[in-house]
């Protein structure tokens, strides 16, 4: 709303001339007040195409917000996971202390007996202290483990609470020939990629809408009078108008060419930057789909290995008590059951974690 009073110099106006003539004034008094408005014509689909971008801008940040928390899901879960191996690998410890101290004992008999030297005794109870050694390391990756964990989660650090174990936690996954692609179309960095590619068509086609004429209406009512008293009398004192305005960038063409161009190179980048997302989320597909191939043959052949070097372990003790091993054979069959022990633990939580990433690349995770 604008207020006008325009007071026209006599010498300056023929209206002033002719006021002094009519109303004894050297001037002429004129009350106005207008309200405006202006419309640009949407010729060219401006509105949709921000919308469109806008739109896709919108769900590309909401993808990418998915995507975010997946990434926290898996770590998680691969953390979880990993807690419970570390587990397993202080029983193991605690399982091989056990065994290096009845082998100890045994020795320390046949020491006493003199059967045997003070070499054998001494690289026996080493044998032991390795074994006691790998108690603290685990306590201490335990306690790191649960607190990383903690922190994954939100919480502060703390004690985990276990439901099972390594073992109990292993899932069978069949693995198909094929991945439909719609599975991978779920992916919300794929998804946000996409979106990503629509926003970039809706600037490219924004900024080359830009170079063409715009037309825009400007209609305005308001009040008119040369008399303060009768300044809102109405209808009289109503005015209305309407404009019409057609403008052509021809001062800003260079600019605004370049500023289509810059939009066209960011949709090649967007378009190419979609292709590499679906190939690496296929190459994702893939890497996780072998290791848990290939992680199930090789925990069939450590739990081979495991059954063959316990009985090994067995029979060296029961040779040594005969006097048919040597104390290096009974250490040596020892050091690689519990070498074997760990592996497998190893191989069960690479195949948890490859699972955990197939899971995550086939899209799952949070909705």
Same mark, same amino acid.
């Given at each position: ?102 082998? /100890? ?5 046949? $020491? ?8 054998? !005794? %001494?690289? &026996? *109870? ?22 990383? /964990? ?5 919480? $502060? ?8 174990? !390594? %073992?109990? &936690? *292993? ?29 970039? $068509? ?166």
């Amino acid at each position: 709303m604008q207020e006008q009073v325009e007071r026209i110099s006599l010498k300056n106006s023929l209206n002033g001339s002719l006021s002094a003539q009519f109303t004894s004034k050297n001037y002429l008094d004129d009350y106005s007040a207008n309200l405006r408005m202006s419309w640009e014509v949407d010729i060219w689909g401006k509105a949709a195409m921000q919308k469109r971008d806008a739109k896709a801008t919108y769900f590309a940040q909401k993808e990418n917000l998915s995507a975010l928390k997946t990434r926290i899901i898996v770590q998680v879960a691969q953390a979880y996971y990993d807690l419970l191996g570390l587990d397993e690998q202080l029983k193991i410890a605690q399982k091989n202390i056990e065994l290096s101290d009845s082998t /100890l004992n045994m020795m320390k008999l046949q $020491y006493t007996a003199g059967s045997i030297s003070s070499l054998a !005794l %001494n690289q &026996s *109870e080493a044998q032991k202290k390795t074994a006691e050694l790998l108690v603290p390391l685990a306590k201490a990756n335990i306690a790191v483990q649960e607190n990383a /964990l903690q922190i994954l989660c939100g919480e $502060y650090p703390n004690t985990v609470a276990r439901a099972g174990n !390594l %073992n109990a &936690s *292993e899932f069978a996954v069949e693995v198909p020939s094929g991945i439909p692609a719609s599975l991978l179309s779920r992916r919300p960095d794929v998804k946000a990629s996409e979106y990503a590619v629509m926003s970039a $068509y809706a600037k490219t086609g924004l900024a080359k809408a830009t170079m063409y004429p715009t037309l825009s209406l400007s209609p305005s009512i308001g009040v008119n009078s040369f008399q303060f008293d009768t300044w809102f009398n109405f209808p009289g004192s109503v005015t209305k108008s309407i404009a019409a305005n057609l403008a052509q960038p021809i001062f800003r063409k260079k600019q605004l060419r370049t500023a289509y161009q810059v939009a066209l190179l960011e949709q090649e980048k967007a378009a190419i930057q979609f292709k590499q997302s679906y190939i690496t989320a296929v190459g994702e597909v893939n890497d996780a789909m072998s290791r848990l191939k290939y992680a199930d043959e090789r925990i069939v052949l450590a739990t081979e290995k495991s059954v063959s070097l316990e009985k090994a372990t067995s029979d060296a003790g029961l040779l040594y008590k005969s006097g048919m091993a040597s104390y290096l054979e009974v250490i040596v069959a020892q050091n690689s059951s519990l070498q074997n022990e760990l592996d497998v633990v190893a191989i069960k939580l690479e195949k948890l974690n490859a699972a955990i990433n197939l899971y995550r690349a086939l899209g799952g995770g949070a909705q």
